[in-house]
């Protein structure tokens, strides 16, 4: 894939075949370090060791719609090119567990590519799970930024009679991540966040 973020959306719609109610996923910058940790984290249904010991293999499935399963065969490809590590924490009706480490100044370092873009579009699809987007970035100076998103958060403050794919709130959800990637401009502290009713101008009952 050209970009790591189609590799994080494949997964996490595995999740979301595989019944989970809540996916988290964690991306962590760490340039004084060489690394790039995305982790991928699922309360689905989980694997038994043996399909955890297949599930790295691009022609082992679970699925019988689908011959060839790329996605994490992929993943693992990705960061181990770049000199990192892949591992796979499965527990059978638990969860799953994914946890790829990247080395960033590699030559085949395939960019992170429009994560945000990757968060939204699995919310506005799945708008009854619940999703945790956490980002952080370690400056080489120790400084520490941080961002995250939470859906049931969201969900608490709109109310269930708003859906997280009603229009105003995908633009509003759009928004925030744009806002709140890591960049030296920014303030990302804001995992204790709260988002105002009025903050999303939505219509309720035709009014």
Not at 45 to 73: I, W
Not at 192 to 205: A, W
């Given at each position: 894939?050209?970009?790591?973020s189609l590799n994080i959306l494949d997964i996490a719609q595995n999740s979301v075949r595989a019944n989970a109610t809540r996916v988290d996923i964690t991306v962590a910058e760490l340039p004084a370090e060489d690394r790039l940790v995305i982790t991928i984290n699922d309360n689905g ?163």
């Amino acid at each position: 894939m050209e970009e790591l973020s189609l590799n994080i959306l494949d997964i996490a719609q595995n999740s979301v075949r595989a019944n989970a109610t809540r996916v988290d996923i964690t991306v962590a910058e760490l340039p004084a370090e060489d690394r790039l940790v995305i982790t991928i984290n699922d309360n689905g249904c989980g694997m038994t060791p043996e399909q955890v010991a297949h599930v790295e293999d691009p022609f082992y499935t679970t699925r019988t719609t689908r011959s060839v399963g790329l996605g994490v065969p992929l993943f693992k490809m990705e960061a181990e090119m770049t000199g990192g590590s892949f591992q796979i924490d499965s527990q059978l009706g638990v969860g799953t567990t994914l946890t790829a480490v990247f080395k960033p100044s590699s030559v085949d370092m395939i960019p992170l590519g429009d994560i945000n873009g990757t968060v939204q579009l699995l919310i506005s699809c799945n708008p009854t799970l619940d999703f945790i987007f956490y980002r952080s970035l370690r400056t080489g100076e120790g400084e520490r930024r941080e961002f995250s998103l939470q859906t049931a958060e969201l969900r608490e403050v709109l109310g269930e009679d708003v859906p997280l794919d009603t229009p105003d709130v995908v633009l509003w959800i759009k928004d925030y991540l744009a806002d709140g990637g890591p960049s030296p401009r920014l303030n990302l502290k804001k995992s204790n966040r709260r988002i105002p009713r009025r903050s999303i101008p939505l219509e309720r009952n035709g009014q």
